[in-house]
């Protein structure tokens, strides 16, 4: 039998009630497929700051090199806005990826048809949707120096070396490769020269991938074809901060943010954590979806630990729950059979995912 060690971040807000159902959910599928998961706490976000006075504690660094995989709930709240920038939650996230060098960041949107009226877009636009955004996570100009301000003027710098942009370019033709071999690269190559380079490299690379079409898309119009016509994409690739914003419109075909998993790789060990924050608004009241965080653990057997069975099985049972109408309170408007709390949910899918 194989055994995992995976680091939990639980965090704030909803966090920890999120992950104890992707736990749960991780148990049952171990039972069945010959497989063990050893789990190590570590804290992060507005609870480290808090205990420790530091968002990310080394500690939380080296439990987290020294897992097989990271499963990473939500950070944040009001309560910690106001501290200086560097002791905010948010703050000790974007140290936390760039210390663990997870370049690569995944982001499935798709459609459940069990839930095609939840999406704000017509049943008929979004059937059988089914994209990947894959957005550069460290680079670009959310870390490009200089950056600052004066009392007039403000500045950010958009910077991309060919290095980052060929790793980053890899990760998303062999993530085509296994899915429908089509990779759209999104720039604003007409304005940007980083977008030239950006553009000129991704061909290059693209050419080691002969089964793969590769297409450029500005990024104007690629936030425009998203709403039109999603079906068009497979594969996006795409910097930085053009990802950040197409991978929140993406995320919305689907109907609920609570939904949503991503995973952040291309290092030694990857982190995988739902798209959502920490939900202040709805902590502590047992009515949060897991189902981004559980798939977030479907997303980490797959592609940290190579389980791809146990993978399978969990996102059919997420579909079986959802197809015989369980839904938690944000989908309950949505062709509910019955209305579960955060646990019920876990405990359905767990419940499932073991058979
Ligand atoms: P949010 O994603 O936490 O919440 C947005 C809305 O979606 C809220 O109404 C919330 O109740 C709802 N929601 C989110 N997840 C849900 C779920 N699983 N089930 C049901 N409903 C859900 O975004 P926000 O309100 O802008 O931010 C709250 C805090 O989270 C802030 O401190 C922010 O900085 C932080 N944040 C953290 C992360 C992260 O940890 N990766 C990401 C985004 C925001």
Redesign the pocket.
Known sequence: MKTYKIALIK?D??GPE?IDEAVKVLDAVASCCDIEFSYEEALMGGCAYDITGDPLPQETINISLNSDAVLFG????QKW?NLPREKR??SG?LRFRKELGVYANLRPATVFDELINASSLKPEVIKGVDLMVVRELIGGIYFGEPRGRDENRGWNTMVYTRDEIVRIAHQAFKIAMTRSKRVCSIDKANVLDVSQLWRDVVTEVGREYPEVELTHMYVDNAAMQLIRDPRQFDVMLTGNIFGDILSDEASMLSG???LLPSASIGAKIGVY??I???????AGQG????I?TILSASMMLRYALGENIAADKIESAVKRALKEGYR?K?LAQYDAKEVCSTSEMGSIIANYAAK
């Open positions: 965090g807000g909803i999120i939500a950070i944040g709240g806005d939650p948010e996230l609920s943010i609570g954590e739902p959502h924050g920490s939900a202040p608004d709805i009515i949060a979806n897991p981004a938690t944000d």
